[in-house]
C-alpha cells in the first residue's frame, strides 16, 4: 500500500516518531537541517525508479532540504501517481546557487515534510532552553523537569485545548510576561 511504501522507518532521523520524544534538552542539541528557501525546484516528476541510497532515503549531515512550498504539490499526487506505479520523485533544485538533480524515494519526501513541520518547533523550543538556562530564576529541580520534557507535551491546565510546551516560545518577545510569571509565582508562594 501507499502507506506502507512511503511512510518512513520509525526509527529514522527527523522521522514522525523521532520528533515525538523530542525534549527541550535535546532539541538545543539538535543539527537541523537547513531548508532551500522557496521556489527553488525548477521542475520535478514521478517516475517508477526505486531508489535505495542513503542520498535518495535518508537525511544525510548537512544536507540541504526542500521547502514546504517546493513539497506540497509533490505531496498533493504523490498517492495517485503509486496507484499508476510511480516510486520517486526525480527533482530539479537551484540548492546554494547550484543546478542539482536528485531522485528521492516517496520516504524521504515525507522526512522532508516532517522537518518543514517541525522547523518552527524546534527553534521554539531552543529558544525556551537558552532561556530557561541563561535567564529564568528558577530551582535547578524544576528545570530539570522542564527541560527533560517532550516539546510536545501539553501545557498542564488547558483543559479545553491541545496548547504544547514548545508554544510558549511565542511569549519570548513579551516583555511583559517575566513580570507576570513572577508575580503568579510570589503569589503562589504566598498562599502556601
Same mark, same amino acid.
Given at each position: 500500500?501507499?502507506?506502507?511504501?512511503?511512510?518512513?522507518n520509525?526509527f529514522? *532521523?527527523?522521522?514522525?516518531?523521532?520528533f515525538?520524544?523530542?525534549?527541550? !534538552?535535546? =532539541?538545543?542539541?539538535? !543539527?537541523? @537541517?537547513?531548508?532551500?528557501p522557496a521556489? #527553488?525546484?525548477?521542475?520535478?516528476? $514521478?517516475? #517508477?525508479?526505486v531508489? &535505495?541510497? &542513503?542520498? =535518495?532515503?535518508?537525511?544525510?549531515?548537512?544536507e540541504?532540504i526542500?521547502?514546504?512550498?517546493?513539497?506540497?504539490?509533490?505531496?498533493?499526487?504523490?498517492?495517485?501517481a503509486?496507484? !499508476? +506505479? *510511480?516510486r520517486?520523485?526525480a527533482? !530539479? &533544485?537551484f540548492?546554494n546557487g547550484? *543546478?542539482?538533480?536528485r531522485?528521492?524515494? $516517496?520516504t524521504?519526501?515525507?522526512?522532508?515534510?516532517e522537518?518543514?513541520n $517541525?522547523? @518552527?518547533?524546534?527553534?521554539? =523550543?531552543k529558544?525556551?532552553?537558552?532561556y530557561f538556562?541563561?535567564?529564568?530564576p528558577i530551582s535547578?529541580? /524544576? =528545570?530539570?523537569?522542564?527541560?527533560?520534557?517532550s516539546?510536545? /507535551?501539553?501545557?498542564? +491546565?488547558f483543559?479545553?485545548t491541545?496548547? @504544547?510546551?514548545?508554544?510558549?516560545?511565542c511569549?519570548l518577545?513579551e516583555?511583559?510576561?517575566?513580570?507576570?510569571?513572577?508575580?503568579?509565582? &510570589?503569589?503562589?508562594?504566598?498562599f502556601?
Amino acid at each position: 500500500s501507499f502507506e506502507s511504501y512511503s511512510t518512513p522507518n520509525p526509527f529514522s *532521523a527527523y522521522s514522525n516518531n523521532y520528533f515525538q520524544s523530542i525534549t527541550f !534538552e535535546n =532539541a538545543s542539541s539538535l !543539527e537541523f @537541517p537547513e531548508i532551500t528557501p522557496a521556489r #527553488s525546484v525548477s521542475h520535478w516528476s $514521478f517516475n #517508477s525508479e526505486v531508489p &535505495a541510497t &542513503a542520498l =535518495a532515503t535518508l537525511i544525510l549531515p548537512n544536507e540541504i532540504i526542500l521547502h514546504s512550498d517546493d513539497l506540497q504539490p509533490i505531496l498533493q499526487r504523490m498517492e495517485s501517481a503509486f496507484g !499508476e +506505479g *510511480a516510486r520517486s520523485v526525480a527533482v !530539479e &533544485a537551484f540548492i546554494n546557487g547550484q *543546478a542539482v538533480s536528485r531522485t528521492y524515494h $516517496f520516504t524521504k519526501i515525507r522526512l522532508f515534510k516532517e522537518i518543514n513541520n $517541525f522547523h @518552527p518547533k524546534i527553534l521554539y =523550543a531552543k529558544r525556551l532552553y537558552e532561556y530557561f538556562i541563561t535567564t529564568l530564576p528558577i530551582s535547578p529541580n /524544576h =528545570a530539570a523537569v522542564f527541560l527533560t520534557s517532550s516539546i510536545l /507535551h501539553p501545557i498542564q +491546565g488547558f483543559h479545553v485545548t491541545d496548547f @504544547p510546551l514548545w508554544r510558549l516560545g511565542c511569549l519570548l518577545d513579551e516583555n511583559w510576561v517575566d513580570e507576570d510569571i513572577l508575580n503568579g509565582m &510570589a503569589e503562589l508562594l504566598y498562599f502556601q
